[in-house]
């Protein structure tokens, strides 16, 4: 069973940084690309960052890059999102999520990052 756990979420000023952390088991981690989504109230969920399953090949969105960066850890099966210069507009739940190989995508429970003064 997949499963994908969310952390690091909370409250921020704006221009500060938080870094996200989503602990993966339950397949093969190192053979998965990993990505980060988030949903901001009453807007869609949204692809924030990918990264490839050896991490060579990462992705952003045009809002975030140069802000944020996606990271992993085989070692560890765990995939980071360091958020910094936090804007408002980042103000959003984030979410992990993996399809591994002939399996169905996965989401985690979500953790929440609130940016405001």
């Known amino acids: 069973q997949v499963q994908l756990v969310e952390s690091g979420g909370g409250l921020v000023e704006p221009g500060g940084s938080l870094r996200l952390f989503c602990a993966a088991s339950?397949?093969?981690?190192?053979?998965?690309?990993m990505s980060w989504y988030r949903r901001a109230p009453g807007k869609e969920r949204e692809l924030v960052a990918y990264?490839?399953?050896?991490?060579?090949?990462?992705n952003y969105a045009d809002s975030v890059k140069g802000r944020f960066t996606i990271s992993r850890d085989n070692g560890k099966n765990t995939v980071f999102l360091q958020m910094n210069s936090l804007k408002p507009e980042d103000t959003a739940v984030y979410y992990c999520?993996?399809?591994?190989?002939?399996?169905?995508?996965?989401w985690g429970q979500g953790t929440q990052v609130t940016v405001s003064s």
């Open positions: 990264i490839s399953s050896g991490g060579g090949i990462t």
């Open positions: 999520y993996a399809k591994p190989l002939l399996r169905d995508g996965s």
């Open positions: 339950g397949f093969t981690f190192s053979s998965t690309g």
